[in-house]
T-cell receptor, first 116, second 110 residues
Framework: DTGVSQDPRHKITKRGQNVTFRCDPI?????LYWYRQTLGQGPEFLTY????????KSRLLSDRFSAERPKGSFSTLEIQRTEQGDSAMYLC??????????????FGSGTQLSVL | SQELEQSPQSLIVQEGKNLTINCTSS?????LYWYKQKYGEGLIFLMM?????EEKSHEKITAKLDEKKQQSSLHITASQPSHAGIYLC??????????FGKGTRLHILP
């Protein structure tokens, strides 16, 4: 169990540029989640996948955001035409589906995005 | 939709003192999670409570879910510098994703 890994840890970009983040979940986990966290707030749900299927997207996920999990393993989150309001910590988490609900999530260390 | 309110928002305590953090839900809780986050890092799972009246402990941290299942408390005994961080409660109302409160920021004074 190598844990959830995210890359990069930090990203500084200029407004208007595109950025892409990667998340590698725990290998046997079917579910993968993306959250966004701004200073002083708790993590806000963005989207989640079960295997390669994207099952839910939050209304926070504007058209400039897209997430993929093409082979049901790693996932990418792309932000196009970044805005200063996109500056945040982007957290990835994974879990196994298990027999029922209430599965705990394992989180990565996050990608801190700063848009100048 | 379910909302979680945490209190206090921030807390400063002297090392060695006890403290309590509360999490109140707008709806009945079916599974309540406690996570800890160090500043600028990811979340670390602490405990999950499912049954009304349930209480769990890990080292010096104890969490309880009240009988009516709309509030949980997290209690730290004899606080240490290693307890400093952000404590987040989370709920999974539909059994598909966790929603979180805004967190309680804990600072420990040596």
């Amino acid at each position: 169990d190598t844990g959830v890994s995210q890359d990069p840890r930090h990203k500084i970009t200029k407004r208007g540029q595109n950025v892409t983040f990667r998340c590698d979940p725990i290998s046997e986990h079917n579910r993968l989640y993306w959250y966004r966290q701004t200073l002083g707030q708790g993590p806000e749900f963005l989207t989640y996948f079960q295997n390669e299927a994207q099952l839910e997207k939050s209304r926070l996920l504007s058209d400039r955001f897209s997430a993929e999990r093409p082979k049901g393993s790693f996932s990418t989150l792309e932000i196009q035409r970044t805005e200063q309001g996109d500056s945040a910590m982007y957290l990835c988490a994974s879990s196994s589906t298990g027999a029922g609900a209430n599965e705990k999530l394992f989180f990565g260390s996050g990608t801190q995005l700063s848009v100048l | 939709s379910q909302e979680l309110e945490q209190s206090p928002q921030s807390l400063i305590v002297q090392e060695g003192k006890n403290l309590t953090i509360n999490c109140t839900s707008s709806k009945t809780l079916y599974g309540l999670y406690w996570y800890k986050q160090k500043y600028g890092e990811g979340l670390i799972f602490l405990m999950m409570l499912q049954k009304g009246g349930e209480e769990k402990s890990h080292e010096k941290i104890t969490a309880k879910l009240d009988e009516k299942k709309q509030q949980s408390s997290l209690h730290i005994t004899a606080s240490q510098p290693s307890h400093a961080g952000i404590y987040l409660c989370g709920a999974d109302p539909r059994g598909d994703k966790i929603i979180f409160g805004k967190g309680t920021r804990l600072h420990i004074l040596p």
